[in-house]
Antibody, heavy 120, light 107 residues
Framework: EVQLVESGGGLVQPGRSLRLSCAAS????????MHWVRQAPGKGLEWVSS????????GYADSLKGRFTISRDNAKNSLYLQMNSLRAEDTALYYC?????????????WGQGTLVTVSS | EIVMTQSPATLSVSPGERATLSCRAS??????LAWYQQKPGQAPRLLIY???TRATGIPARFSGSGSGTEFTLTISSLQSEDFAVYYC?????????FGQGTKLEIK
């Protein structure tokens, strides 16, 4: 059974940093691209970032470039999102997601999310 | 960035009836379109990918159609568990983008 467990969320002041983690199990992690998707309270889904299996291809939402960095550690079956210079509009539930197929851009498995609240 | 526009924002349908949800892309995405269902407090669930292929375990009452810029999700006979929010997503180009969602509610 695929499991994706996010952690690292919490309350943080504007301008500060936070690092999210996603622990993956139940599948061969280094075969799959991985993704972060967020959802602001009461709002829709927003793609944040994707990383290929070998970290060779990385993409970010236009609004995030330069502030967020995605990475992965295949030896630890883990995905990360380093978030710097956080803003109030970054407040959201952050989901870790696995592609339905190895490099697909649609997501068959999701974690339950970790909540990030940016507020003073 | 490709803008995905879903309509209607809210759809009220009686159980047993058919529901038709629309999704329009601001430019062609080919068939690189997925549909998700999300219930309150839950993560999204993949229903359809490549515009018309059902994901594993998705009932046959869910069907997708369309290509280019116009897409439709049809639920042929609504069950109580189908009342939820539905999102379309294009994965043709980065940045991937989602529609704003259609809330399917019980009439």
């Amino acid at each position: 059974e695929v499991q994706l467990v996010e952690s690292g969320g919490g309350l943080v002041q504007p301008g500060r940093s936070l690092r999210l983690s996603c622990a993956a199990s139940g599948f061969t992690f280094n075969d799959y691209a991985m993704h972060w998707v967020r959802q602001a309270p009461g709002k829709g889904l927003e793609w944040v970032s994707s990383i290929s299996w070998n970290s060779g291809t990385i993409g970010y939402a236009d609004s995030l470039k330069g502030r967020f960095t995605i990475s992965r550690d295949n030896a630890k079956n883990s995905l990360y999102l380093q978030m710097n210079s956080l803003r109030a509009e970054d407040t959201a539930l952050y989901y870790c997601a696995k592609g339905y197929y190895d490099s697909s851009g649609y997501y068959g498995d999701w974690g339950q999310g970790t909540l990030v609240t940016v507020s003073s | 960035e490709i803008v995905m526009t879903q309509s209607p924002a809210t759809l009220s349908v009686s159980p047993g009836e058919r529901a038709t949800l629309s999704c329009r892309a601001s430019q062609s995405v080919g068939s690189n379109l997925a549909w998700y269902q999300q219930k309150p407090g839950q993560a999204p669930r993949l229903l359809i990918y490549v515009a018309s292929t059902r994901a594993t375990g998705i009932p046959a009452r869910f069907s997708g159609s369309g290509s280019g810029t116009e897409f439709t999700l049809t639920i042929s006979s609504l069950q109580s568990e189908d009342f939820a929010v539905y999102y379309c997503q294009q994965y043709n180009n980065w940045p991937y983008t989602f529609g704003q969602g259609t809330k399917l509610e019980i009439k």
